[in-house]
Structures are given as structure tokens and as C-alpha cells.
């Protein structure tokens, strides 16, 4: 059975497209799937820069022009898009062993007309038996607890498995906030990795050689230096 791991982030620019990486570099036997791409008229590519990355396997299906949530891009482009049971319909179709959702801004951003989001799409594919868990890319300052909170009690209310975290950009030289935050997380979901600010800059031979010392075999994070 297709394993699905649903990558979602507390907010845009969280650094999920390269967590959604490193999760595909530590994977044996991933297919990434982006069900939709914003900002393609800009050159924007979230599956693209995961296959830079880690050399993963991608698929992206829909893509708008604009960088906006995919149903504001779709109704000014004038196009129409699939709605989220379209979406689940053909993940449930694929067959590599696990397959890797990266969704497009938070958990609640509408993915369709019809008001469907990226928790509807995991609730679907949880609801035909498939085998679902998802992974919140957290940010790592001031802010993020009440967010992880509000991602993480969403997902928990619709019967969602929630694997984990991932600080997205761990910064070089971080502040108490930055610091206090670390432990605290951990006290909302388990702790599976920190990625280093910057970590995106690396080619792809860094980034899979470094990606496994992100993640530890326990599920918790190889703790960050502190300044």
C-alpha cells in the first residue's frame, strides 16, 4: 500500500518546498507530487527545486500564473481548476511505495472553487483507507507556537495523523525566542528535524549528504548550535 506523506506549512515561506527535499533525500522509493503550483508565470516551481535538490522523482499537475492561493489565481486567470476529490482520486491511483503531497501556502488555503483545502484532500485519502500522516513545516521565531497550535489542533480535530514538525530555516546565530521555541514545539508534536537556514543554496550532492544529520533515527532533531 502507497504510504502518503502530506507536507503542509504553518504559513507561506516557512521553508516547506525544502523540507518537502529533505524529507524526498531521506525517502527510498518517493514520488513527490505538487497538486498545485502558483506562480508559474514568475518561473515558480516547487516540484522543479525538489528535484534540484534531492533528485527525487516530481509531478506537478495544475499550475496558475499568478502567486496567489490557487483558487484566487484560477478565478483572475479564468481557468478551471480540479476540485480536491479529483486530486485524491488520482493520488489513490499512484503506486510508488510512498508519495510525498506538498500543498501550496497553509493547511486551510482553498485549493479548488469549491472551497476545498489541502486538510480536505488528506481527510479524503485518510477516508479510503490509504495510509496517511502529515508533516508541518514550522517557523523557528516569535509567532510560531500559536500557529503550530492552530495547524496541528486542525489537523488533530479531523482524525489526521500528525508525524511531526520541521523547522524550516533554523537561523545562524538565533535569539531566545528562536531558542525557548525549540522545546517548546516539541511540546505541540514531535520534533523531527531543523533545517538550517540556507540549506535551499546547496547543490544537490550537499544536500543529500547533509539532509539524514537533520533527522535522527528517534524522530527528534539534532539539536541546533545556540549563540
Known amino acids: 500500500m502507497t504510504r502518503f506523506v502530506v507536507v503542509t506549512g504553518t504559513s507561506t515561506g516557512v521553508g516547506k518546498t525544502v523540507a518537502t527535499a529533505a524529507l524526498a533525500a531521506t525517502t527510498p522509493g518517493v514520488l513527490v507530487v505538487k497538486p498545485v503550483q502558483t506562480g508559474a508565470a514568475d518561473g515558480d516551481s516547487d516540484a522543479r527545486e525538489v528535484e534540484r535538490l534531492a533528485g527525487a522523482e516530481v509531478e506537478e ?21 480540479p476540485a480536491v476529490a479529483a486530486y485524491a482520486e488520482r493520488l489513490l491511483a499512484l503506486t510508488a511505495a510512498t508519495v ?22 488528506a481527510e479524503r485519502l485518510a ?3 490509504a495510509d496517511v500522516e502529515v508533516v508541518v513545516v514550522v517557523a523557528a521565531g516569535l509567532g510560531t507556537l500559536n500557529h503550530t497550535e492552530l495547524t496541528v ?11 511531526g514538525l520541521v523547522v524550516g530555516a ?42 539524514p544529520g537533520w533527522f535522527s533515527g528517534g524522530g527528534a532533531p539534532r539539536p541546533p548550535e545556540s549563540s
Open 61 to 81: 499537475w495544475t499550475t496558475l500564473d499568478e502567486p496567489l492561493a490557487p483558487d484566487t489565481a484560477a478565478r483572475r486567470q479564468g481557468v478551471a481548476i
Open 100 to 121: 510525498v503531497v506538498e500543498g501550496a501556502g497553509g493547511l486551510l488555503v482553498r485549493l479548488d472553487a469549491e472551497g476545498g483545502t489541502l486538510l480536505d484532500l
Open 127 to 129: 477516508a479510503a483507507g
Open 153 to 163: 489542533d486542525a489537523l488533530r480535530r479531523r482524525g489526521l495523523t500528525v508525524r
Open 170 to 211: 533554523w537561523p545562524d546565530s538565533p535569539g531566545l525566542a528562536e531558542r525557548c521555541n525549540l522545546d517548546d514545539l516539541a511540546r505541540v508534536a514531535p520534533l523531527l528535524a531543523v533545517l538550517p537556514a540556507g540549506a535551499g543554496a546547496l547543490d544537490r550532492a550537499a544536500f543529500v549528504a547533509a539532509a
